[in-house]
């Protein structure tokens, strides 16, 4: 089974602070991907990476930084956290470009960050 | 804006009944479509996938069908129980394109006992 695993199921951060959510999947995968989830606005990603020190600017990058020291981790940065972040974040992984079913993402189950 | 989309965003059911969800797409370069399953603060789990060669794919009490023509997608749950009950998301991959996914905003599925 894929597992995907995110560092906390629950953040509550301050104005201002500097927030890393952790991602780690266990399946040897190439894609990376972060989203947030927000009601009636469904997944937007925000970054995603094809590989190790690669990232690439998704839907929504504004406020956030990535960092894919290592092919099974990928962090997500909240430089200086606002209160509009306040979200669920998601994290996926998916097989790189020479496996079938290439583009099926693996989801962790998730971090509710509330930044007051 | 998105090119995936529901027609409704709550279905209500028996249990025991058939379920289907729907979901409409835009993009005719889509070649490769997902439905995921999001139970309450859970992540978005994989249920099945279904590529734009095929019209028709089978799992596990779920069927997925695909409509070129009217590019619709559906979802069909058999027998639907209380464990269905989630929110069910459909996702497209354009051919030739990066592995990202396009995603829907779900449709909430209830079953009544």
């Known amino acids: 089974d894929v597992k995907v695993t995110q560092s906390s199921r629950y953040l509550v951060k301050r104005t201002g602070e500097k927030v890393f959510l952790e991602c780690v999947q266990d399946?040897?995968?190439?894609?990376m991907f972060w989203y947030r989830q927000d009601p009636g606005l469904g997944l937007r990603l925000i970054y995603f990476?094809?590989?190790?020190?690669?990232?690439e600017k998704g839907d929504i990058p504004e406020g956030y930084s990535v960092s894919r020291e290592k092919k099974e981790r990928f962090s997500l940065i909240l430089e200086s956290a606002s209160t509009n972040q306040t979200s669920m974040y998601l994290c996926?992984?998916?097989?790189?470009?020479?496996?079938?079913?290439?583009?099926?993402?693996?989801f962790g189950p998730g971090t509710r960050l509330l930044v007051l | 804006g998105e090119s995936v989309g529901l027609h409704l965003p709550t279905l209500s059911v028996q249990e025991g009944d058939n379920s289907i969800i729907n979901c409409a797409y835009s993009?005719?370069?889509?070649?490769?479509f997902i439905w995921y399953k999001q139970e309450s603060g859970k992540g978005p789990q994989f249920i099945i996938d279904?590529?734009?060669?095929?019209d028709k794919r089978q799992g596990q009490r779920v069927t997925v069908l695909l409509n070129k023509t009217v590019k619709h997608l559906s979802l069909q749950i058999a027998a639907t129980q209380p464990g269905d009950s989630a929110v069910y998301f459909c996702?497209?991959?354009?051919?030739?394109?990066?592995?990202?996914?396009?995603f829907g905003k779900g449709t909430k599925l209830t079953v009544n006992p």
């Open positions: 279904i590529r734009s060669n095929m």
């Open positions: 993009n005719s370069a889509s070649d490769y």
């Open positions: 990476s094809y590989d190790v020190k690669m990232k």
């Open positions: 996702a497209e991959n354009i051919e030739g394109g990066s592995e990202k996914l396009v």
């Open positions: 996926a992984s998916s097989f790189g470009l020479l496996a079938d079913h290439q583009e099926t993402q693996y």
């Open positions: 399946m040897d995968h190439e894609n």
